[in-house]
Antibody, heavy 120, light 111 residues
Framework: EVQLLESGGGLVQPGGSLRLSCAASGFSFRSYALSWVRQAPGKGLEWVSAISTTADYIFYGDSVKGRFTISRDNSKNTLYLQMNSLRAEDTAVYYC?????????????WGQGTLVTVSS | QSALTQPPSASGSPGQSVTIACTGTSSDVGAYNYVSWYQQHPGKAPKLMISEVNKRPSGVPDRFSGSKSGNTASLTVSGLQAEDEADYFCSSFASNTYYLLFGGGTKLTVL
């Protein structure tokens, strides 16, 4: 069974940093591109960042470019999102999702999400 | 960075059909057959229902179907059931500027 388990969320002050992790199991982690997708409370989905299987290709949404860094460790089956210079508008549930060009840019598996709250 | 456009709400009675539209531009929906649809129940993670415009993943009922015409993609739910009541989001691969765009979401109510 495919499983994605996010962790690392919490309360952080504006301007602060946080690192999210997504531990994967049940599939060949190194064979899939991955993304982070977030959802502000009561709002819609927003794609945040994507990383290819070997991290050769990395993409960011405009709202996080220059502040967030996506990475992966294929030896640990783990995806990361380093978030710096956090703002109130970054408050959201952050999901890791499996998929990329090989899945037609669709996400066929999602984690349960981790809540990030940016507030003083 | 503009999201794809979806109606905020849609509704139908059990057994009826409902169609949800997702409008983009010639740089995203109109340019690529990489439109996906997701179902999200309250407090749950999204679930993939349709990929690449009209492909149904294993386990998704054939009551769910997708299509596209020009810059607008559509999700049709036939034979509505109570458990179909949820939020539905479309997404599309975009140009190199964005990578992926989501729609604002449509709340489907089964009357």
């Amino acid at each position: 069974e495919v499983q994605l388990l996010e962790s690392g969320g919490g309360l952080v002050q504006p301007g602060g940093s946080l690192r999210l992790s997504c531990a994967a199991s049940g599939f060949s982690f190194r064979s899939y591109a991955l993304s982070w997708v977030r959802q502000a409370p009561g709002k819609g989905l927003e794609w945040v960042s994507a990383i290819s299987t070997t991290a050769d290709y990395i993409f960011y949404g405009d709202s996080v470019k220059g502040r967030f860094t996506i990475s992966r460790d294929n030896s640990k089956n783990t995806l990361y999102l380093q978030m710096n210079s956090l703002r109130a508008e970054d408050t959201a549930v952050y999901y890791c999702a499996r998929g990329g060009v090989a899945t037609g840019y669709s996400f066929d598996s999602w984690g349960q999400g981790t809540l990030v709250t940016v507030s003083s | 960075q503009s999201a794809l456009t979806q109606p905020p709400s849609a509704s139908g009675s059990p057994g009826q059909s409902v169609t949800i539209a997702c409008t983009g531009t010639s740089s995203d929906v109109g340019a690529y057959n990489y439109v996906s649809w997701y179902q999200q129940h309250p407090g749950k993670a999204p679930k993939l229902m349709i990929s690449e415009v009209n492909k149904r993943p294993s386990g998704v009922p054939d009551r769910f179907s997708g299509s596209k015409s020009g810059n607008t993609a559509s999700l049709t739910v036939s034979g509505l059931q109570a458990e179909d009541e949820a939020d539905y989001f479309c997404s599309s691969f975009a140009s190199n500027t964005y990578y992926l765009l989501f729609g604002g979401g449509t709340k489907l109510t089964v009357l």
